[in-house]
C-alpha cells in the first residue's frame, strides 16, 4: 500500500522512544503501523526484574519529588502544557500510526492530557491542602486531615486511547506526589513514551515515570505487586483480575472499564442532531471508544424516519486510511480486533439480525478495517445484543413507552455511559437520572461528560469502581493522615474525682455539644 508515513515518525525518532523501556533479556515485539501492517519498531520487552528496578528507580525519584512544594510540581505541569499544545500535531501522528485511528479522533485526543493539566493546575492547591477541622473537645483538640502520595501508582492503559489514557491519569498522580510506572499497551507504546519525553523536557525529575512494556499477564502481576495504587483502564474481564490481586495486596484500584453503552431519543428530540449524535458515538474512533453507542432505542413514530436518514450517512462515511484530517473514519486497531467484530456481525445474522449498512471487513482499505455497520432484530441470545462489540457496529430498537425505554436501556451488565435526546431538557434530564450509568449526556454522545473534568466520571455495575475527573480523580491517589492534637489533657476522670461525676459531666457536655455550633 502506498501510504506515506507521517514526517515527523522517523526511525531514529522511533528508536529513541523506545530506547527508555526496560529490557534486560533483549525480548522485543513487532509494532506495526495499523494502515499498513509494516513493522515500525521493536518494542522491548520486561522482564519481571526489569519491573522491579523501575519501582526501585521510581521510588527513590518519588522521595524527592514528594518534597517538593506543591506550587514547584505544578510548574512543571504548567510548562508541560505548552509543549503538549505546541507538539500537539506530531503526538497525533504517533496516535495516528500506532492506532489507525482517524486524524480527527488523533488531535482530539492530543488534547487531553493539557486539560487534565490545566484543571488540576487550578484545583490541586485547593484539593491538596492541609483541611484543619475541630477535634472532639472545643478549643482544647483539633484535627487535620493531611493529603499524602500514596507513594509509586501502576497504571495499566488500553490501545484505544493510549496518549488520552495513559499519560492523563499518569498526570495527575504526579501531581499529587506520587511516581508513577506505567504499563501500555504492546500496540499503542510510543504516544505514552513520546507523553513521558515531554514532560521530563517540561522538568519532570528522570526516573520519577517509569515504562515497562509486556503482555498483560506477563507484567500484570509484578506491577500490581509492586504499586501502592493501580489505576487500570481496560476491558471488564482483566479488570477483575487486576482488582482480585490489588485487593489481596490491600491497596486501592481504580477500574474503568468496558460498556454496552445505550442511546434514547425521545419523541420530541431534533432529529438531524439525534442522527449527527449517532454517527460520532457509533463510528468515532471506529467504535472503538469505552462510552461509545452500541444500542439505540427510538419511538415507533419516529423509527424509520432516523433509520433512513442514519443508514444513509453510514453508508456515505468517508473510511480510509490518511493522516490527514479528511477521513470521517479510520481502522480498527488490529486484524485480531476486526475479527472479533467481524464474528459479533456473523453470530447476530446467524441468530435473525438484518444488515442495514456495512457489516464486513474492508481489506481494500486496510488490514483491520470495517464497515459502519448497523443492525435491526439484534436479540439478547446475541453476542451484539449483550456483550460489548468495541467496534463500529450499532443496532437499533424500537419502543412505545418512555418506561419500556429505560427498562431497556437499564437491561444490561454494564453502567458505563448513556445518551438522551430530547427537544424538552427538563424532561430529557428527569430520563437520565433513570438510568444507572455513570455518565449520561442529554442531547450529546460523551463528549461534554468527558471533557467535564470537574465532575467525577467512572462506572458503575460490571463498568467499573472508582472514577477519573473531579476532586476524587486527584485526591484517589492520596492517602490522609488524620493528624490529631490535644492542647491540654481534659479527657477521663481527672485524679480523685469520683468516676460517677466525671461521667455525668461527659454526658452533659455531649448533650450541650449536640445543642451548640461549636464542633
Ligand atoms: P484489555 O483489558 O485487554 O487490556 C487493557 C490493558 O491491560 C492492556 O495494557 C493489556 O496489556 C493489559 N492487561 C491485559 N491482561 C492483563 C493482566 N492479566 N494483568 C495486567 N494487565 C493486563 O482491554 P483492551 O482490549 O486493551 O481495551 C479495550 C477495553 O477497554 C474495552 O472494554 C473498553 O471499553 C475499555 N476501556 C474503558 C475505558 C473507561 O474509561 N471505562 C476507557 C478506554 C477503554
Not at 522491579?52 to 505541569?77: G, I, M
Not at 483539633?142 to 499518569?170: C, E, H, L, M, Y
Not at 501500555?184 to 523536557?201: R, V
Not at 488490514?367 to 453476542?383: C, Q, R, S
Amino acid at each position: 500500500m502506498s501510504l506515506q508515513r507521517p514526517a515527523s515518525v522517523t526511525d531514529a525518532f522511533l528508536q529513541q522512544l523506545v530506547s527508555r523501556v526496560p529490557s534486560t533479556a533483549g525480548g522485543t515485539w513487532k509494532l506495526t503501523e495499523v494502515y499498513t501492517g509494516e513493522v515500525l519498531v521493536e518494542l522491548p520487552q520486561s522482564t519481571p526484574a526489569d519491573i522491579e528496578q523501575a519501582f526501585v528507580k521510581a521510588r527513590a525519584a518519588q522521595a524527592e519529588w514528594s518534597q517538593w512544594p506543591l506550587a514547584k510540581r505544578l510548574r512543571v505541569f504548567k510548562k508541560a502544557h505548552s509543549l503538549f499544545v505546541r507538539n500537539a500535531h506530531k503526538t497525533a501522528d504517533l496516535i495516528q500510526v500506532e492506532s489507525g485511528k482517524n486524524r480527527r479522533m488523533a488531535i482530539e485526543e492530543s488534547c487531553d492530557p493539557p486539560m487534565v493539566m490545566s484543571h488540576y493546575i487550578k484545583h490541586a492547591p485547593r484539593l491538596l491542602a492541609p483541611k484543619k477541622v475541630g477535634g472532639p473537645v472545643p478549643f482544647l483538640t483539633t484535627s487535620t486531615a493531611i493529603r499524602q502520595p500514596k507513594g509509586v501508582v501502576g497504571v495499566i492503559a488500553p490501545w484505544n486511547f493510549p496518549f488520552a489514557t495513559g499519560i492523563s491519569d499518569a498526570v495527575t498522580a504526579l501531581i499529587a506526589g506520587n511516581g508513577v510506572v506505567l504499563k501500555p499497551d504492546n500496540k499503542t507504546a510510543l504516544s505514552p513514551l513520546w507523553g513521558i519525553t515531554m514532560l521530563e523536557e517540561a522538568g519532570l525529575p528522570k526516573g520519577l515515570f517509569q515504562v515497562v512494556c509486556g503482555e498483560g499477564p506477563d507484567v500484570g502481576p509484578t506491577l500490581i505487586d509492586n504499586a501502592n495504587y493501580v489505576m487500570f483502564t481496560g476491558s471488564t474481564a482483566t479488570g477483575r483480575v487486576i482488582g482480585e490481586r490489588a485487593g489481596r495486596n490491600l491497596i486501592g484500584a481504580c477500574l474503568e472499564l468496558g460498556g454496552k453503552n445505550p442511546m434514547i431519543v425521545l419523541d420530541d428530540a431534533d432529529l438531524d442532531e439525534a442522527v449527527e449524535g449517532a454517527v460520532f458515538g457509533v463510528f468515532g474512533n471506529t467504535g472503538q471508544i469505552c462510552m461509545h453507542i452500541e444500542r439505540i432505542y427510538l419511538p415507533e413514530s419516529r423509527y424509520e424516519a432516523f433509520r433512513d436518514k442514519f443508514v444513509a450517512r453510514a453508508k456515505a462515511l468517508d473510511v480510509r486510511a490518511a493522516y490527514d484530517f479528511g477521513p470521517e473514519m479510520g481502522s480498527l486497531v488490529s486484524v485480531d480486533h476486526k475479527d472479533r467484530v467481524q464474528s459479533h456481525v456473523d453470530d447476530a445474522v446467524a441468530k435473525g439480525a438484518t444488515v442495514l449498512a456495512g457489516g464486513k471487513a474492508r481489506p481494500d482499505l486496510g488490514p483491520a478495517f470495517f464497515e459502519p455497520t448497523i443492525l435491526e432484530g439484534v436479540t439478547k441470545d446475541m453476542l451484539a445484543g449483550e456483550c460489548e462489540t468495541f467496534g463500529p457496529v450499532v443496532a437499533l430498537h424500537r419502543y412505545r413507552t418512555v418506561d419500556e425505554a429505560v427498562e431497556l436501556a437499564n437491561d444490561t451488565d454494564y453502567g458505563l455511559n448513556a445518551s438522551v435526546w430530547g427537544g424538552d431538557v427538563d424532561a430529557a434530564c428527569a430520563v437520565a437520572r433513570r438510568i444507572h450509568s455513570g455518565n449520561v449526556n442529554v442531547n450529546d454522545i460523551l463528549a461534554t461528560a468527558f471533557a467535564s473534568k470537574g465532575t467525577p466520571s467512572g462506572g458503575v455495575k460490571q463498568s467499573g469502581v472508582g472514577a477519573r475527573h473531579g476532586d476524587q480523580g486527584l485526591t484517589k491517589y492520596t492517602d490522609v493522615q488524620n493528624l490529631a492534637v490535644l492542647k491540654k489533657q481534659v479527657m477521663g476522670a481527672r485524679p480523685g474525682q469520683d468516676y460517677d461525676a466525671y461521667v455525668k459531666s461527659m454526658l452533659s457536655g455531649l448533650s450541650m455539644m449536640r445543642k451548640t455550633r461549636i464542633r
